[in-house]
């Protein structure tokens, strides 16, 4: 129903909502912080809790609402990107969102938004020599606010379990190895739908983060390839659309929206097959949560909003 209902609703009115959604996200990520508005799961606050409905995170729409001013700026302006001064505004922009989310911490959500940020720019024209200076002093930076922000013990605590998690396979490294172990266990076909075993206390969170995992398991190796595959094709067609969008800001819309898609694709099963260090991505349309499930099933319906009005192929 969300999908279908923002699908019918002409993406050219999200112009004006950009700034305002952009305001309401950056609200939010702020309330989330230890205040008492926040619901601490995992070590992290990323949660808002609402009584007698639940819990939201606010990151999520924290992505959207990037996404959808960038695409904004970059349709009235398209030289801006091109330009030391004209990267400022997103620059800032993308500095507040981060910081807030470093807070948390949330280190998915903060790869996720710098992956769409550097995507979306590089499409919108961005000079490769800008890129690179500001992937010099931007790592520095933010290596230097995790330091600040009493992080940096956390971030070292996942990479060594990255780079080694069977030095303490009892500990932090459980989790990676136990998803080692689903992926394994499944074989050529898998144990069956329902039948695994490692999701019973054995791996954690195997309905949020490794999802994957227990998909591995469970539909095997032939399963879980043509998921891969229904993903790439959901993924080539957001790209498809994108390209064929009738201007520019249909065309940001789309790809910048796909492109999260991609990411949070990619960083999962990174994750679940420990090719990246853990940390806290779900796997779109599968993973439970409700917000992420409402908010990509509603970026999808902006997607197709925006290929209702795509270009004829011969044109």
Not at 14 to 43: D, H
Not at 92 to 113: D, K, N, Q, T, Y
Not at 228 to 251: E, N, Q, Y
Request: proline residues 4%.
């Amino acid at each position: 129903a969300v999908m279908y209902i923002t699908s019918k609703i002409n993406y050219q009115s999200l112009r004006w909502m950009s700034v305002f959604v952009l305001g309401i996200s950056i609200i939010l990520l702020v309330l989330v912080l230890p205040f008492g508005y926040g619901r601490t799961t995992v070590g992290a606050q990323r949660r808002i809790a609402i009584p007698l409905v639940g819990s939201f995170q606010p990151s999520e729409i924290a992505k959207f609402s990037l996404v959808i001013l960038y695409a904004h700026w970059m349709s009235i302006n398209p030289g801006s990107v091109r330009r030391i001064e004209g990267l400022i505004p997103y620059g800032c922009v993308l500095g507040v969102i981060i910081l807030l989310l470093i807070a948390e911490p949330h280190l998915s959500a903060m790869v996720i938004v710098v992956g769409m940020a550097l995507i979306m720019l590089i499409l919108g024209g961005l000079n490769l020599r800008l890129l690179g200076a500001a992937v010099v002093g931007g790592v520095p930076l933010g290596l230097l606010a995790i330091f600040v922000m009493g992080k940096w013990d956390r971030l070292m605590g996942r990479l060594q379990v990255w780079w080694n998690p069977e030095a303490d396979a009892r500990g932090d490294g459980w989790q990676t190895l136990q998803s080692l172990y689903s992926i394994g266990s499944g074989g050529l076909m898998g144990t069956g739908i329902g039948n695994s075993r490692q999701k019973y206390l054995f791996l954690p969170e195997p309905q949020n983060d490794f999802i994957f995992a227990i998909v591995c398991e469970e539909l095997g190796f032939i399963g879980a390839t043509l998921i891969l595959l229904l993903f790439a094709l959901l993924i080539w067609r957001g790209f498809v659309i994108g390209v064929r969008a009738r201007d520019r800001f249909g065309s940001f819309i789309a790809l910048g929206l796909t492109a999260q898609l991609a990411l949070q694709v990619l960083l999962n099963i990174a994750v679940a097959t420990n090719s990246f260090p853990n940390t806290g991505i779900g796997l779109p349309f599968f993973s439970y949560g409700g917000t992420s499930l409402m908010m990509l099933l509603g970026q999808v319906g902006v997607i197709l909003s925006v290929s209702r009005q795509t270009k004829p192929e011969d044109e």
